[in-house]
């Protein structure tokens, strides 16, 4: 596209000013990028008859067409079963096997082909390619490895891995046995592992030795000895810790292996050599993995994925919205610890018979013209990052991607709303102009995409998701469950009205919460087995212009979303509150540049401590501790008292405006209204003397600001 037709497509014009909104906001409007014609030209979605044969009318024998993208051992009877709302079960008669679909079924065309790239952090190392006979030989070797274990259909599995070949080969072995695989993020604490461990009664925890990070060779086998003795002090204890190493044959930890615990597994596959296991086949509605996410209270919620309505969900999403081709080099920079890293690095993918690269590092290690390096010379044509990556390489390297002769012929975003400007940037000069954005709106509870336009129908719109994904019927309700016109200017909370194949199945162990956190607040009637009176709540506030397209502003809940990564303020502030001195503490986002959000902690002391007892050290121990080094404050504020109601709730609004230089706004109803400029004065001035500057907040940063923690 010419620099004129994107300089007219991206002139902004003023929306109409909105009254009475519900929560108020009114932003520019922005310009539509079309899809350039050559990307059309090829698009696994381009004729729009695919929009009429996933209209409602059609629901829910619509996702028929993602369903048939697998290879099914007996074919489903049932569609979608709603006899038990809103525990909807898909694809029920159905059986399958996650494990052959992503490899054993390629291997007839695609033998020789590399199904992942693995690039090693040092620049120097050598990439690892690992065709997909190569791929079947690692997973049917380990995933005998398990079964000499012990492993069977319907264990858990915890893995504590990082971004190595390793990790996808573990997951697929254990779905090759229908044992169900609960990977923890690598840069979570052992102490958070422990946790999950123990609430998913897991027996097996497997890990690596060492992985580098940032030009570092990390020990991570420390963390697998403290997650034992975590999940020890809940109850759980683990029989056996697989210990997978960096360097096989070389142990690149500090801490010892326990004597009839730790085993290394490249001495277990020793004895496997060559070993086949056949995959078991699986009823669609078996639970595939539990992936961990934060909500409202301290406890993480785990997260059950389906096997044949999740692995149908990501290979339809990942074909149409991604446009992958099985001849494309793609590559997806998010971390497999994350849901995004098992739908859209693993999973999709691979199902999909495609080339994936994986990349152990930092985007920026060495520099920031890592990652184009990377994509020059492997030929990557589809990308896929998140906002806070693309924020980062564009303050540290904005002309590097000039330098390097890649060409991207798709991108996604993921995680946060993207600025309108980072995105003009990613535009032209990530995409050089060629590329089309796909930006992606989903959670680690829906699996897969839920508002997101078909990169070959829709043009691209900054800042938005976009509309709703193909068999998706999203809907803004109010909080009384009355629908929010389009085009209103109004925001309210973001829902899907239907079921779909990726949504999540429940939360393990706690069903109830499943249906009280995603399904209560708009449920009519709870016996009601007719999916329309269930739309799923997902926790996000939006709003939707007059030409369909969804803007997402943020989480309604207690959550933060720093640098794309969900942090339930209760699991901090209940970590803070771990230390001895601390009386009350209150976690509160605030906007950063390139992180989106990060989290500063007010703390209250307990009477007779003071401040210089180190208390603020004790805090960022604990929580590194408990969650791990990416939930550190940013700053951690010692208050004389917590505005506080007079009922006693601390009034996280207003810390979170002082934090961000923004308005307090009302504090008459305040039981100590006279704290708020002792806290203003101590902190801002501290802010001030850190060098950190008022910045002016766009209407939808000031928004969450000004209402935070109020949804309780
Ligand atoms: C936010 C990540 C705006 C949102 C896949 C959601 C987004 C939460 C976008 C889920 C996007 C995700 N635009 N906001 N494209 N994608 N979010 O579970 O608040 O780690 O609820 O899943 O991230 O985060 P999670």
Same mark, same amino acid.
């Given at each position: ?572 502030? &209940?970590?803070?509150?771990? $230390? ?5 503490? @209150?976690?509160?986002? =605030? *906007? %950063?540049?390139? !992180?989106? /959000? ?60 002082? &934090?961000?230089?923004?308005? $307090? ?5 305040? @039981?100590?209204?006279? =704290? *708020? %400029?002792?806290? !203003?004065? /101590? ?30």
């Amino acid at each position: 596209m010419s620099e004129d037709v994107q300089g007219q497509a991206a002139e902004a014009s003023e929306s109409s000013e909105s009254s009475e909104a519900t929560i108020a906001v009114h932003w520019r409007e922005e310009g539509y990028y079309p899809p350039p014609p050559k990307f059309i030209g090829q698009a696994n979605a381009s004729d729009p008859a695919i929009l009429d044969r996933f209209a409602e009318a059609n629901f829910p024998e619509c996702f028929r067409e993602y369903a048939d993208l697998l290879e099914w051992d007996e074919y489903w009877h049932t569609t979608l079963d709603t006899s038990n709302p809103p525990f909807w079960k898909w694809f029920v008669g159905g059986k399958l096997n996650a494990s052959y679909n992503c490899v054993d079924r390629h291997l007839a065309r695609d033998r020789n082909k590399a199904a992942l790239i693995w690039v090693p952090e040092p620049e120097d190392a050598a990439d690892a390619v690992i065709t997909y006979q190569e791929l079947y030989r690692r997973v049917n070797e380990f995933a005998a490895v398990l079964q000499d274990l012990g492993v069977q259909a319907g264990d858990r599995v915890t893995l504590h891995m990082p971004m190595v070949p390793e990790l996808p080969v573990t997951m697929l072995a254990c779905a090759r046995l229908g044992a169900i695989h609960s990977q923890v993020f690598a840069g979570f604490s052992g102490g958070a592992c422990g946790h999950r461990i123990a609430d998913s009664d897991s027996k097996l925890l497997i890990t690596m030795d060492a992985y580098y990070r940032s030009g570092d060779l990390l020990d991570h086998k420390v963390k697998a000895d403290e997650a034992v003795e975590a999940a020890r002090k809940e109850g759980q204890e683990v029989e056996k810790v697989l210990v997978w190493r960096r360097f096989p044959g070389q142990y690149s930890a500090k801490t010892p292996m326990v004597e009839g615990r730790d085993v290394f597994v490249d001495e277990l596959l020793a004895d496997h050599k060559g070993a086949v296991v056949e995959p078991v086949s699986m009823p669609a509605e078996a639970p595939l993995f539990l992936m961990y996410t934060s909500g409202t209270t301290g406890r993480p919620k785990g997260c059950q994925h389906s096997t044949g309505g999740y692995l149908s969900y990501v290979t339809g999403t990942s074909k149409f919205y991604q446009d992958i081709h099985p001849e494309d080099t793609y590559w997806c920079m998010a971390d497999i610890g994350w849901i995004t890293g098992h739908s859209y690095i693993v999973y999709g993918p691979l199902s999909l018979g495609t080339t994936s690269v994986v990349y152990e590092g930092t985007p920026n290690y060495p520099d920031a013209g890592r990652p184009w390096r990377i994509a020059e010379r492997l030929g990557v044509n589809i990308f896929h990052t998140s906002p806070t990556a693309i924020r980062m390489l564009r303050k540290v390297g904005p002309d590097e991607p000039a330098k390097y002769d890649f060409h991207f012929k798709a991108m996604t975003t993921v995680g946060e709303p993207i600025e309108p400007e980072v995105y003009r940037w990613y535009y032209k000069f990530v995409g050089k102009g060629e590329a089309i954005i796909t930006d992606t709106w989903w959670q680690t509870e829906t699996g897969g995409f839920l508002g997101t336009g078909l990169p070959g129908l829709y043009a691209m719109k900054p800042g938005s998701c976009g509309p709703a994904a193909l068999g998706i019927y999203l809907a803004i309700l109010d909080e009384n469950g009355d629908p929010i016109p389009k085009g209103s200017g109004k925001a309210g909370n973001i829902v899907a009205r239907n079921p779909w194949p990726g949504i999540f199945q429940t939360i393990w162990g706690q069903p109830e919460r499943f249906v009280s956190t995603y399904f209560a607040k708009y449920n009519k009637d709870k016996d009601s087995t007719d999916w329309h009176d269930w739309p799923y709540f997902a926790g996000d506030g939006a709003v939707q212009s007059e030409d369909g397209y969804f803007r997402i502003l943020g989480r309604v809940d207690d959550v933060i979303n720093v640098a794309g990564h969900r942090l339930g303020t209760k699991e901090l502030e &209940s970590s803070a509150l771990s $230390v001895e001195e601390v009386a009350e503490a @209150a976690a509160v986002p =605030v *906007v %950063d540049d390139v !992180r989106g /959000r990060v989290v500063e902690m007010y703390i209250a002391l307990k009477p007779g401590y003071s401040a210089d007892s180190g208390v603020e050290a004790k805090v960022k121990t604990a929580i590194e501790t408990d969650i791990g080094k990416i939930a550190r404050p940013k700053n951690i504020w010692i208050v004389p008292d917590m505005p506080k109601t007079r009922s006693g709730k601390i009034m996280r609004r207003v810390i979170a405006s002082v &934090s961000n230089f923004a308005d $307090v706004g009302d504090i008459t109803t305040l @039981a100590n209204p006279e =704290v *708020v %400029d002792k806290i !203003r004065d /101590r902190v801002q001035s501290a802010k001030r003397a850190q060098g950190e500057e008022p910045r002016e907040l766009s209407e939808t940063e000031a928004h969450e600001i000004k209402t935070y923690g109020e949804q309780e």
